[in-house]
């Protein structure tokens, strides 16, 4: 049933912090009724990944996906699922194999065949809600509040509302929503008495409720949301791209004049989406979409006047329209067209045709996203036309220039192009009043040796209002900024970005600007000094609102003069600036949160500090207590003199006591960790540590002191994670079996170990990690046989990935009888997982991959009780999976995909009575390919 909160109730799982926290990555696609594995499969792949995805070959995505899932635990909801299709779907699901147990694929959906076919779990069907659960959600949408208690009056006739919404949340939301402010009873009993309820939704398609929210609308309101039925399905859109499609078809009413078309549309917006029309993107909170429930109302109160050309069906249909439509709109992606509106957005439009001029009921064209400079100054029409001109387009020219609306945000790219300043004149922006963000932005690819003398006269002439509150300027190539660019210009200015402008040596005054709250200053590349001249000489009070101060990228950058107190300021960040020298500012009374990131020389006293003040130095975090810092964690990274921690601790740096992570990351001498008792005893709270790229670390613990730092070892370690340390022999005794809460150890490209352990396993030890260690040949050489016998070990989860040599997981041939998962992969000389497994063994998964001499899965398997699942993956040697064949009767899952050596299925495959899913892929002709579901 749609509208019961199928999709809601997904996204608070999705968004919940303690889900978060137990996977690695997540991702969210809509597949919709018109099911595109290409769509979705890129959805899902830019979700876990920036690159971009402009590939439409399905098995090019597919790979990419899989190295982005390879081991990885992800979380996927694949929300509004139609298709019936087994074999797409098979197709569709093939990477996330490759995922760490754990992984989660979660897809919501009307039919019930979809969740049969797709889920290997019971499907939960969401039920009707309770009266009370929905006279809930009415009354908080109606009256914002959880009840009646403010309105005795309304809650018997609100009561029968919700009895007539029968267990619907959309329904009762969307109702809320259109009683909301009306506090008057007859008009409560005007929505309760209405005959639209009458109206079977067999008949219409529609629920009632919502076309009784509908038909309660105000006129204006009305026409916008049956206008919104050009919009496709799922299809995510601005608020302000809407209201200027309103804007071009005439829909903003415009009253006593006192408000701009905009501000009038986005009234109508809000109060569509307050009545629950639109509904909040879970991806992008500052798009919105409609309910499929709600897109289907929009269609149907249309009628005949919108016509939306999108997929397949109505492609074939394109005779067949009425011709009483009013609106047609093609969206094949995100284009569309209208009679008058024109979107060539994201085209690579290079010019536009002249037959454009013929146009005479233009209201509206974007052209933004294009790739290429298109000049509209040719573009001669009659009427005022609203432009979305976001990239790459010239100014357009004086005569034109007041027929173009300039919304609230403008943002006007690749300036370089106009090179005649009179042209940014004509722009006339400082007569735009409306205007509230601006971008000025040159490209980052021009020539130096290009001369750029005019990049001032043309800034000068973009001058914006005075009513302008957030301005961003980027890739300015001038040596000074305009005089415009002052306080008294700019009165309600709260935030400023000055980006890349790579020549100007000095910044502009703008401690002047009265209510500047966030200021990001970056890649100012000869910017030597911060003086005066930045808070605006003769300034009584520079900078009094500011609260977030950046600095970025300031290359030569040394000394900054303080001049004036920031009596406001909470953030300060300085980051990459590494010659800054001199001094801080000492006047901070409001400060919270301080970050200093690459600034090598910068000597940072915190004397002057407020008393509680969150502290991150070279990513080492704290708190300033009382004129001391108390760390919380510690960082040391590209420190090439440090060649132990200790030289460290001898320093300035106190607090220690508190610091539970310690990152130590490209120390290139650094030769071990600790090599007297000096630096121990300070971090008695350490949970975490992590060392990376130390090429020449051999041990943690220097072996001369091992014995004595026993006693001082931080017994609230909790986790080791060591990655591109080449030199690394071994790993001390000490650490590994004297650490009573030792839970995780992860090690990634330690290319000198040849063995993870000798003797035992470190006694607390959960999950074990070892990737990409071409020499590793035995991950435990255990002392005692019997070792694992005694239960001594509490290992749950087990990985080896691509370790080359490796030929055994122990000498003894057993594995704990705790190990939970196991996951192999691209480990090329390893014959077997071990020699025997037995009856009290709590395995549940094994995956094993990519290992060219893997034979066979060890004896005793069959008597396994928890085993539920079995992957196996590209083992060419394998010829049998067990010996005798035999399975264990729990087993759910099993998946064996080139093998090419496999003579047969084990014999008792007949008798796996639990099992439900079966999957054999590219192993001998004999087989075929096996699908059980």
């Known amino acids: 049933m749609g509208g019961i909160g199928k999709t809601t109730l997904a996204q608070l799982v999705y968004n919940d912090a303690k889900v978060n926290s137990y996977f690695d990555m997540k991702a969210w696609a809509c597949v919709s009724e018109e099911f595109d594995g290409v769509k979705v499969t890129k959805t899902i792949l830019k979700s876990f990944s920036s690159d971009n995805c402009d590939d439409n070959d399905l098995n090019l995505l597919q790979v990419k996906l899989k190295e982005k899932l390879y081991a990885k635990k992800f979380l996927v909801i694949l929300d509004d699922v139609w298709n019936e299709n087994y074999n797409d779907w098979t197709i569709l699901r093939a990477p996330f194999e490759v995922g760490a147990p754990g992984s989660r694929i979660v897809i919501t959906t009307r039919n019930e065949s979809v969740s049969s076919m797709m889920g290997t779990i019971p499907t939960y069907a969401l039920k009707e809600l309770s009266d009370d659960a929905c006279l809930s959600i009415f009354t908080r949408n109606a009256l914002g509040t959880k009840d009646f208690n403010a309105h005795p009056d309304l809650k018997d006739i609100g009561e029968e509302i919700v009895n007539k919404c029968k267990g619907l949340p959309l329904a009762a939301k969307t109702l809320g929503g259109l009683l909301r402010t009306k506090l008057d009873r007859s008009e409560w009993e005007d929505v309760l008495n209405s005959k639209i309820w009458e109206i079977p939704e067999e008949r219409s398609g529609i629920v009632p409720a919502l076309m009784l929210s509908y038909y309660h609308l105000p006129s204006h309101l009305k026409r916008c949301f049956a206008y919104c039925s050009i919009l496709p399905k799922d299809y995510e859109f601005e608020e302000q791209q809407l209201v200027l499609l309103w804007m071009a078809e005439g829909l903003i009413q415009l ?20 009545r629950s029309f639109f509904q909040q993107s879970s991806k992008d909170k500052s798009r919105f979409l409609m309910h499929d429930l709600i897109n289907d109302l929009a269609q149907w109160v249309a009628g005949d006047i919108c016509f939306r050309m999108g997929d397949k069906l109505e ?56 790739l290429t400079n298109i000049d509209i100054r040719e573009l001669c029409l009659s009427k005022e036309i609203a432009f979305k001109v976001w990239e790459s387009c010239q100014i357009a020219p004086p005569q034109y220039s007041k027929r173009i609306f300039i919304g609230r945000n403008a943002s006007t790219t690749r300036l370089e192009n106009v090179t005649v300043p009179r042209d940014a004149r004509d722009a006339n922006l400082i007569g735009k ?37 957030k301005l961003t300027i980027r890739c300015y190539g001038g040596t000074r900024f305009p005089t415009w660019l002052r306080g008294p210009s700019f009165p309600n200015m709260v935030l400023l970005r000055i980006e890349n402008c790579k020549k100007c040596a000095s910044l502009p005054p703008v401690g002047q600007l009265p209510s500047l709250k966030v200021l990001f200053i970056k890649g100012m590349a000869r910017v030597n000094n911060v003086g005066p001249e930045f808070y605006g000489e003769g300034c009584s ?7 977030t101060l950046c600095f970025e990228n300031m290359q030569e950058w040394e000394s900054w003069t303080p001049y004036g107190e920031f009596p406001c300021l909470r953030q300060l960040s300085i980051t990459s ?5 001199g001094k801080l500012p000492n006047q901070l009374p409001s400060l919270e949160n301080f970050v200093i990131n690459g600034c090598g020389q910068l ?21 300033v207590q009382g004129g001391k810092v108390e760390l919380s964690s510690l960082n040391f990274t590209f420190l090439s003199t440090m060649s132990e921690f200790t030289c460290q601790m001898e320093g300035p740096i106190q607090g220690l006591e508190k610091v539970e992570d310690l990152t130590i990351d490209h120390c290139e001498e650094l030769v071990s960790l600790w090599s007297n008792d000096v630096g121990l005893q300070h971090l008695r709270a350490l949970r975490v540590l992590k060392i990376s790229t130390c090429p020449k670390l051999m041990s943690l613990v220097a072996e001369e002191v091992e014995e004595q730092l026993q006693l001082g070892l931080p017994s609230t370690l909790r986790e080791i994670e060591i990655i591109n340390c080449n030199a690394l022999v071994s790993l001390p005794k000490a650490m590994m079996y004297n650490i009573t809460c030792l839970e995780r150890i992860s090690i990634d490209r330690c290319d000198s170990l040849t063995s993870f352990a000798i003797g035992q396993l470190p006694p607390t030890l959960k999950r074990l990690k070892i990737d990409r260690c071409k020499n590793m040949i035995i991950l435990l050489d255990e002392e005692d046989v019997n070792y694992f016998c005694s239960n001594k070990s509490l290992l749950e989860y087990l990985e080896a990935i691509e370790c080359p040599s490796l030929k055994s997981l122990t000498s003894s041939g057993e594995l704990p009888a705790t190990l939970k998962q196991l996951h192999i992969s691209s480990c090329q000389n ?11 063994s709590s395995l549940e998964r094994i995956s094993v991959s990519d290992c060219d001499n893997f034979k066979s899965l ?7 009780s928890f085993l539920d699942e079995i992957h196996i993956w590209n083992c060419p040697s394998l010829v049998t999976l067990s010996d005798g064949g035999l399975l264990p009767t729990s087993l759910r899952m099993l998946w064996i995909f080139g093998c090419e050596d496999m003579q047969a299925l084990p014999k008792c495959i007949h008798n796996l009575t639990s099992l439900q899913e079966l999957n054999i892929w590219e192993c001998p002709v004999g087989f075929g390919q096996v699908h059980l579901s």
């Open 315 to 370: 492609v074939n249909n394109i005779g067949k329209f009425s011709k009483q439509v009013r609106h047609f709109s093609y969206l094949g992606g995100r284009y569309d067209a209208t009679k008058r509106v024109l979107s060539l957005s994201g085209y690579c439009i290079t010019e536009l045709p002249d037959s454009i001029v013929d146009l005479k009921h233009l209201r509206y064209i974007d052209l933004s996203l294009q």
């Open 433 to 469: 009043p409306g205007l509230n963000e601006l971008l000025l932005e040159w490209s980052s690819k021009i020539d130096e040796s290009q001369d750029r003398t005019n990049e001032l006269d043309v800034l000068n002439m973009l001058q914006p209002p005075k009513a302008l509150k």
């Open 830 to 840: 390893l014959e077997s997982i071990a020699k025997r497994l037995h009856d009290n």
């Open 255 to 274: 009253k006593d004049g006192r408000k701009s078309p905009e501000d009038l549309g986005s009234e109508y917006f809000r109060n569509l989406l307050s």
């Open 541 to 547: 009070q520079p900078f009094r609102s500011l609260e």
């Open 603 to 623: 000597v940072v006293s915190v004397s002057s500090f407020p008393m509680l003040c969150n502290i991150e130095i070279e990513k080492s975090k704290g708190i």
């Open 858 to 864: 060890p004896m005793g398997i069959h008597t396994l």
């Open 577 to 581: 600036c590494p010659k800054l020298l």
